[in-house]
């Protein structure tokens, strides 16, 4: 369980970018926009819809990352750092913004197909990677973070203009991060931005010590 606390300064989630400074970083930061624009195309104005998507991809990278990682550690007889602890926490943690995400926007049949359809093909894709080059995989991860940041301030200032309605908190959120029971989807979506903010710097922070 996350505790508010944690949460409570929104200045901890300011915007920042990692310049690109290699071939792989360029690559990883021009799929990602790649991704982007497909999202911004989709699921324009549509943030709780556009949350299930992006909560679907971010949950697996962690769960992908710890197991090559647990996978290394007993081949190679040699601790991992925390690296494994890490990476599972961080996928543990999309999970639960995925599940908070889908009380929220309540995504239809087609919409949760697309949903796994999305998982199936990214899981793959990003576990290839990560065998490739773990690198540029933290990296991919970190700017995709870096969006994710940007997406949930966007929304944050589309409910506190009206422009989106701010419904009370899923409770599956409420016990997650210790919020008050009255809460409302202000104080979640402050609470999961600030998660992603701290998953952006760690990958950022883990391609750094692969490069």
């Not at 990296?139 to 997406?151: I, K, N």
């Not at 419904?167 to 609470?191: C, F, G, S, T």
């Amino acid at each position: 369980m996350r505790t508010n606390d944690d949460h409570s300064n929104e200045t901890d989630t300011k915007q920042t970018h990692y310049q690109p400074r290699g071939l792989s970083d360029r690559i990883a930061y021009r799929l990602v926009r790649f991704m982007r624009f497909f999202a911004d195309v989709f699921f324009a104005g549509r943030y709780g819809h556009r949350a299930v998507i992006l909560e679907t991809v971010a949950a697996v990278p962690g769960m992908v990352g710890g197991a090559v990682q647990h996978l290394h550690s007993i081949r190679r007889i040699k601790d991992d750092d925390g690296w494994i602890r890490t990476l599972l926490d961080e996928a543990e943690n999309e999970r639960m913004h995925l599940m908070t995400f889908i009380e929220v926007a309540k995504p239809n049949r087609f919409e949760r197909f697309i949903i796994m359809l999305a998982q199936g093909i990214f899981y793959n894709l990003f576990f290839l990677l990560y065998l490739c080059s773990s690198k540029t995989a933290h990296r991919v991860v970190g700017y995709l973070e870096e969006e994710a940041v940007y997406s949930y301030t966007e929304y944050l200032e589309g409910i506190d203009s009206g422009e989106y309605e701010n419904i009370p908190a899923p409770q599956i959120a409420i016990d997650y991060w210790n919020l008050p029971q009255d809460a409302r989807l202000r104080e979640v979506v402050i609470a999961v931005r600030a998660d992603e903010a701290g998953h952006r710097d760690t990958n950022h922070d883990f391609a750094d010590q692969l490069s």
